[in-house]
């Protein structure tokens, strides 16, 4: 129950004017083409709001005298592509704002960066943001870790819990890593730095979860493979009865047999394909 009362926040909490405008924006069938089951939900959506306006055009699989059900039809049609955009919208949303909150750890500290000179070690106070790689830093219990580096003296234990969730500190000794964030809670450590600031970890989360393009992963692929699949299968299966229907003057309903197509294919994991990507994103 608390699982379930907290997504339903999660999901209030992303609704905005902004977000809604964005979900009708996504209805763009350009914009769905990479979603292929909403796509051909929404091409029926185009052809039964056709035949609702004028279905004469659609004779001899249509009947003149059926609009308003063909106007409910076209309306179910339209709600089901718009529940995938706006959960898509949605998780887009929740998705900055944990950037947002990520940015937040990103704060510039003193780190205090280790000199040699005459073979001997002075220590300098030196912005975080000014460290590049290879720079050696001290770090003393207390201190919070400036950037990303690896352990070259010492045996501390650092609290990480802030960017992976670990609640126990965890011990660190030589060759080991510290994420920029973390905190030193005993001893003292020097480290070597591993990256430049702009290619840090927090900083590569932030793209990861604020880019609008990222690549699939495998299990994404999979289920889109499955998904157009499934909706080659019920595509042959739906025209095969058309035609049958038309051939023997069986006196079809384009619509209804719309209906049967959408209901046949698997929309709900069409839907929401694309909001658990980045929802996951999000939670990483």
Known sequence: MASKTTQATSFYSGLSGKTLVDSIVRLNPIRLLGNPVMFIVEITFIIVAAMAIYPQAFLPVANVNEKTFY???AINLLITVWFSTISDSI??????????????LEKEVLAKKITSASNERTVALTPSTKLRLGDQILLDKGDIVPIDAEVMEGIAMVDESLLTGESTPVRKASTDPLIGGSKVITDTLVARVT????????????????????????????????????????????????????????????????????????TKIGARLPSIGIS????L
Do not use: H, W
């Open 280 to 283: 996951g994103f999000a939670r």
């Open 91 to 104: 998780a887009e949303t929740q998705a900055k704002n944990t950037a947002s909150s990520l940015r937040q």
């Open 195 to 266: 990256v430049n600031p702009e290619d840090s970890y927090i900083n590569q989360m932030i793209r990861m979860v604020e880019a609008s393009k990222r690549p699939k992963t495998p299990n994404e692929q999979a289920v889109v493979i499955v998904l157009i699949s499934l909706t080659a299968i019920f595509t042959i299966i739906i025209l095969a009865l058309l035609g049958v229907s038309v051939v023997l003057s069986l006196g079809p309903e384009l619509s209804v047999l719309i209906a049967l197509y959408v209901c046949l294919l698997p």
């Open 71 to 73: 106007v409910k039809v």
